[in-house]
């Protein structure tokens, strides 16, 4: 489960103390503006249709947390296509997405993905608070915040990798729904490359009868079980995935 499939070699970064979640200047505003709305988005559009077809289903469900900042969660199936997917699920809120440090350690775009949303997990204490301040303050500004609890990006794959509840506490701290999205993957008539279907669901809402540890496992069972009946509508494996023998 913790095998990394993505074929990109990438040296990742120290996230430490030092490094900035949020640049608060002009210039910078600027920046992520036109990184976010001017670059990113169409071309993101464009890739997306050319090279799966893609089509969200449910998006409506979205609207129910209009006036909240909310979590969303996902199957982790695709290197350049995860980091797109939920800009246009929930649009027109604006998402960020909590990512591995290599997504901000690549030459050139490693320093415009910060722009897009990137939010790099922290590798020490002090990053550690500065990671978590700008979790909440992206919550209060009632925008979405991405995780993929998989972690780790199996292309096309059509099941749902069991995954902990640790990143479920996030919700339940800042008492806000989760949504989910479940990437699937179907046949095309004229092309052997599959067409990609993105079902969206939700919300679900912290149990707050239970005690919170038991609140963030009972969310990621909901989570969880939502995500594996949708795989379910995947009708093509691009790629298999067999556990490797190895003899003694």
Known sequence: MNDEFSSAQITPKKIDANYKY???????????????????????????????????????AIKKAKDTGFFIYGNHTQPIADALIPSFICMPKEVYVIVHPNNVSMPFLGRVTPSMGALPLPDDFE???????????RIMQKKAVTIYPEAHIWPYYTGIR??????FHYPVKHDVPAFCFTNTYK????????????????PFYPDKSLPQREQK????????????????????SYIEYKKEEKND
């Not at 992520?32 to 998006?59: D, E, M, S």
């Not at 990053?127 to 303050?137: D, L, P, S, T, Y």
């Not at 069991?162 to 990143?167: E, N, Q």
Request: glycine share 2%; proline share 3%.
């Open 162 to 167: 069991p995954f902990t509840d640790a990143s």
């Open 22 to 60: 949020e640049h608060t200047s002009l210039w910078k505003r600027f920046t992520h503006f036109f990184w976010y709305r001017i670059v990113a988005t169409p071309i993101a559009f464009v890739f997306l249709k050319l090279r799966f077809r893609h089509k969200i289903v449910g998006k409506k």
């Open 217 to 236: 496992t009972a969310l990621r069972n909901e989570v969880y079980e939502c995500m594996v009946k949708r795989s379910a509508l995947s009708d093509l």
């Open 187 to 202: 046949k095309r008539k004229f092309s052997s490359h599959p067409k990609m279907i993105t079902y969206v669901d939700g």
């Open 127 to 137: 990053a550690r608070k500065n990671f978590i301040k700008i979790v909440e303050k």
